[in-house]
C-alpha cells in the first residue's frame, strides 16, 4: 500500500502481534499470519483461580462477616478476609519433634509497593440493558480508591465490544489487593448502569509458588513483536521459584543442562536441534523457561472471566477475555504490549467503464429496430452509495462507450479482508454502529426509460480480494470465466489489493430463477484501481470525467451519431430515425402531395378558363 520500509515493518508488527490473539481462540484464518511464522500461541482458558485452586497453595483466605455471632440477618456482609491456614498434628507418644510448621518461607509482613497493568481485550454475550436490545458499554477499573471509568470508550450498540484497552494503576499489599473489573452501560441521560463485574486477589496472586503475576509464554524471545515483557529473566525466575519451594537452586551444567530437584533437564528434550529463531534469547534462558512451564507456573493466558451483578448474583451477566500483569516496582519495569483493535486503512477504490458489449437489446424504436438505451451502475456492497454513468443511447448493436470513472472510499482491514463501514440506523440516531462486509464491488447494465421503471439487463459481482482474472478481448468473454461457473471449470482468481490495478473484460449475466442455467446479457470492460489515502492525494482524481480529470484524463466517448435521446434531440429522431428508415416513403408522400394537389388546383380553375375563353371567342 506504498509504505516505506519503515512503515513496511512496523505494519507487519501489529498485524502479527494482532493475529496472536486469533491464532490462541483457534481462528486459524485471522491468526494465519502468525501461525504461518511459527509463533506459539498463549493458551485461552477459564478464571485462572479455577486453573490454579485460587491460588491458596501459601494460605487460604476466610471472610470477615458483619454482625454479631448471636444475629444472623447481621450477617449479610463481609467486611474483609484472615489469609492464613490451620494444621492440627497428633503429639508423637515418642517425644520427638512434630511435622515442621507451615509458611517458613511466607513473605515478610511489610508493604509492597506494586505496578498494576489490566488488559482488557473483549467482552461477549453481555446481557442488554437498553430498550433496543442492546447495551452501548464500557469498561471500568476499580483497585482500593482508584477509580476508572472509561466513558470516552464506549462501544455504541453493541454485545460483544472489542476494547483492546490497558490501564495502569498503582497499589499496596495487602492494604489494596481487590482488583474489580466492571463493564457499565453508557446512558445520556440518566445515570450508567453496571452490566457486571468480576474480582481479583492480586495479593493470592502476587504471593502464590505458581506465580501468577504474569504469564510465561512458551518461548523466549528477545526481540521482535513478542519481546519478553517479564520484569525477570527465566533463569532469575527460577532461582526464586526454588528458594519459595525449599528446594536448593539449580545447578547448571553448562547452558543446555540444569538439574533441579533432583531431575535433570536437558535443552535438547525440547528444541529441535539446529533449529533456533533468529529472536530467541540465550540457551540457558531458554532451557530455565521449559523447567517453569514443566513445573506449572501460570503460562501466558488469556482469561474468560464470568461478570456477575451484585443485584442479582446468582445470574451470569456476561464474559469479558482479559489478563493482568503485577509488577513489584523495586524492579524496572518493562514498558506495556499493545492490543489496540486493529485500526481499518482508508482506501479508495477508482472503477473506469470504458465500453460495454454484447448488451442485450430490450426495446423498439419507433422505426421497429431492436435497440437499448444503455447505462452502467456500480457499488461497494454493504455501502448506500450507488453511482452511474451517462445513457448511451438507442444501442443497436449492444454497444455502449463510457469512459466514466466512479470513485469509492472506503475503510479495510487487510488481516481480515474485510470493510469496515460505519452508519446510524436512524437519521436521529446520534452513534454510528460498525458493520463489516467483504469487499465485494457490484455492477449492473441497465436500460433506460423515460415513462415508465428501468429494464434491468445484467449484473456481475467482484470479490475484490479473489476476483476473475479479466480477458483481454470481448469477444473471447463468457460465463465460464465466473468463478461459481455452471460447469464447475477452475478459473485464475486475483486479488486487486495484490495487484493494485486491474483492466479488462469481465460477462454480466441475468439469473432471475436459480432452477434456469444462467445467461449471458452483456460484457463490460473496466479498469479497477485501489490506493491509499496518501495515494490518492497525490494522485487526484475526480468523478465522471469531473476536474480534476486526470490519472487518467477521460475523453468523451466516441459514440455514433445514431446515439441521442429522441425526446430531448426531435430534429436528430427525425433525420436519423424517421428520415434514415423511410426517406423512399417520404419522398414518394411528398410527390404524391404535389401531383395530387395540381389536379386539384388544375380542376379548380378548368371551369373559370373555360367561361374566359367562350366570352372571348363570342367577342
Known amino acids: ?116 497493568r489490566i488488559y482488557v481485550i473483549k467482552a461477549k454475550d453481555l446481557q442488554p440493558q437498553d430498550p433496543n436490545g442492546f447495551s452501548d458499554p464500557y469498561p471500568a477499573v476499580k483497585l482500593g480508591k482508584t477509580k476508572i471509568r472509561d466513558r470516552d470508550n464506549y462501544k455504541p450498540k453493541c454485545l460483544e465490544p472489542k476494547f483492546g484497552l490497558v ?23 440518566s445515570g450508567d448502569d453496571l452490566i457486571g463485574e468480576t474480582k481479583i486477589d492480586l495479593e493470592n496472586r502476587y504471593l502464590s509458588t505458581h506465580r501468577g503475576v ?10 521482535g513483536p513478542y519481546k519478553w515483557r517479564d520484569s525477570q529473566t527465566p533463569k532469575e525466575i527460577l532461582e526464586d521459584w526454588c528458594s519459595t519451594q525449599n528446594i536448593n537452586p539449580p545447578m547448571w551444567q553448562g547452558n543446555c543442562r540444569v538439574k533441579v530437584a533432583g531431575v535433570l533437564y536437558l535443552l535438547s528434550d525440547y528444541e529441535v536441534k539446529g533449529k533456533v529463531h533468529k529472536d530467541w534469547g540465550p540457551a540457558d534462558d531458554r532451557l530455565a523457561l521449559y523447567v517453569l512451564l514443566d513445573n506449572k507456573l501460570v503460562p501466558e493466558h488469556i482469561e474468560q472471566r464470568t461478570l456477575y451483578n451484585p443485584l442479582r448474583p446468582e445470574m451470569a451477566q ?13 524492579r524496572e519495569i518493562p514498558p506495556p504490549i499493545n492490543i489496540t483493535p486493529r485500526a481499518p486503512q482508508d482506501l479508495e477504490l477508482r472503477v473506469i467503464v470504458w465500453n460495454c458489449s454484447d448488451v442485450v437489446l430490450s426495446d423498439v424504436s419507433l422505426a421497429g429496430e431492436m435497440m437499448s438505451d444503455i447505462y452502467v451502475k456500480g457499488w461497494l456492497k454493504g455501502q448506500d452509495k450507488k453511482q452511474r454513468t451517462d445513457v448511451h443511447y438507442r444501442s443497436l448493436n449492444g454497444e455502449g462507450n463510457f469512459n466514466w470513472r466512479f470513485i469509492f472510499p472506503f475503510e479495510y482491514l487487510p488481516a481480515e479482508e474485510v470493510m469496515v463501514i460505519k452508519k446510524r440506523e436512524h437519521f436521529y440516531s446520534i452513534d454510528k454502529h460498525e458493520e463489516k462486509h467483504l ?10 426509460d423515460i415513462f415508465q421503471a428501468d429494464d434491468f439487463l445484467g449484473v456481475l459481482e467482484l470479490h475484490l480480494n479473489r476476483m476473475p482474472k479479466p480477458s483481454k478481448f470481448a469477444k473471447t468473454v463468457s460465463l465460464d470465466d465466473l468463478i461459481d461457473n455452471d460447469k464447475g471449470k477452475e478459473v485464475q482468481v486475483v486479488s486487486l489489493f495484490d495487484q493494485k490495478n486491474i483492466k479488462g473484460w469481465w460477462p454480466c449475466y441475468c439469473d432471475y430463477d436459480p432452477s434456469i442455467p444462467r445467461e449471458l446479457t452483456g460484457k463490460v470492460e473496466m479498469e479497477l484501481e485501489v490506493l491509499t489515502k496518501e495515494d490518492a492525494e497525490t494522485k487526484p482524481a475526480g468523478r465522471a470525467r469531473d476536474e480534476p480529470n486526470e490519472n487518467p484524463r477521460l475523453k468523451p466517448p466516441d459514440r455514433p451519431a445514431t446515439s441521442f435521446s429522441w425526446f430531448t434531440s426531435p430534429w436528430k429522431s427525425i433525420r436519423y430515425i424517421l428520415w434514415a428508415n423511410y426517406k423512399w416513403y417520404i419522398i414518394g408522400a411528398l410527390l404524391l402531395i404535389l401531383i395530387i394537389a395540381f389536379i386539384l388546383i388544375f380542376l379548380y380553375s378548368l371551369p373559370g378558363g373555360v367561361a374566359d375563353e367562350l366570352f372571348k371567342m363570342f367577342d
Not at 214 to 223: A, D, E, F, Q, W
Request: aromatic share 16%; net charge negative; with cysteine.
Open 318 to 330: 456476561g464474559v469479558i477475555e482479559m489478563f493482568v500483569d503485577i509488577f513489584p516496582k523495586s
Open 1 to 116: 500500500y506504498g509504505l516505506t520500509t519503515s512503515g513496511i515493518k512496523q505494519w507487519y508488527q501489529r498485524r502479527v502481534r494482532g493475529s496472536k490473539y486469533y491464532a490462541s481462540i483457534g481462528d486459524d484464518m485471522l491468526g494465519r499470519v502468525y501461525n504461518e511464522k511459527g509463533y506459539e500461541p498463549m493458551e485461552y482458558f477459564e478464571e485462572l483461580e479455577l486453573r490454579f485452586g485460587n491460588f491458596r497453595d501459601l494460605a487460604e483466605s476466610y471472610p470477615i462477616w458483619h454482625g454479631k455471632h448471636d444475629d444472623l440477618q447481621e450477617l449479610d456482609r463481609a467486611v474483609g478476609y484472615f489469609k492464613g491456614t490451620f494444621r492440627i498434628y497428633p503429639l508423637p507418644a515418642d517425644g520427638s519433634e512434630p511435622p515442621p510448621r507451615m509458611l517458613q518461607n511466607a513473605p515478610s509482613n511489610e508493604t509492597i509497593d506494586l505496578k498494576v
Open 167 to 189: 490501564y495502569e494503576l498503582d497499589c499496596t499489599i495487602p492494604l489494596e489487593s481487590e482488583l474489580k473489573v466492571q463493564i457499565f452501560d453508557y446512558d445520556y441521560l
Open 439 to 448: 469487499a465485494v464491488f457490484c455492477v449492473q447494465i441497465w436500460d433506460n
Open 214 to 223: 504474569c504469564g510465561l509464554p512458551k518461548r523466549y524471545y528477545t526481540s
